[in-house]
């Protein structure tokens, strides 16, 4: 029996597969570009992780911050976007003009229901004239729930018994 594989599917795949990756960055390019000349985006690997509690340490504070009420922050489903100083209004116009210092961009019921987790951060021009730095911008957010961007527990970073399997592992077997 001769045995055949799929070359055009993985061909297909491939593709498929470059072409999101592709098309991820243009958005990123075009993202960047609307926001300022200059932005600064990290993709936080691992993901920081906030439990439940420290998750609603955080909401309720951004909640306090909102900027349409006399705070920087704005916060929707999805991101976090803190500002220079708050809204006059709330248009477009009166955030236009509130100066944007950067977003946070976040994952709510991830990995389990109560749990947030941060994945993107970005900072603008505006922010980054003031002084900002993704490291800063996570640790303020953070710091509702007594965090820092250092100090918040990561996905997919082993702890306890699980890293000193991993360290074990990767002690006595080298690949290569």
């Known amino acids: 029996m001769i045995e055949t594989t799929d070359v055009a599917g993985d061909i297909d795949a491939a593709s498929a597969a470059r072409d999101a990756a592709l098309e991820s ?3 990123e390019t075009l993202a960047s570009l ?3 000349d200059l932005t ?4 936080v690997r691992p993901a920081a992780l906030l439990s ?3 998750a609603q340490a955080v909401l309720d504070e951004l909640a306090n911050r909102d900027v349409r009420l006399g705070g920087q922050w704005l916060v929707e489903r999805d991101c976090w976007r803190l500002y220079e100083r708050p809204w006059d209004g709330v248009d477009a116009r009166s955030a236009a003009s509130a100066g944007l210092i950067g977003s946070i961009q976040v994952a ?3 990995p389990s229901r109560d749990e947030i987790t941060i994945f993107r951060v ?3 021009l505006c922010g980054s004239r003031n002084g900002y730095t993704v490291q ?3 640790d303020l957010v ?3 729930a007594g965090l820092t961007f250092a100090s918040c527990p990561r996905i997919g970073v082993p702890t306890g018994h699980l890293a000193m399997r991993a360290s074990f592992i990767a002690s006595h077997w080298s690949i290569g």
């Open 34 to 36: 609307l926001y300022d």
């Open 25 to 27: 960055a243009a958005l």
């Open 40 to 43: 600064v985006t990290e993709i």
């Open 108 to 110: 709510h019921g991830s």
């Open 52 to 54: 439940g509690q420290h």
């Open 136 to 138: 800063s911008l996570c």
């Open 122 to 124: 970005t900072v603008t």
């Open 142 to 144: 953070l710091g509702f």
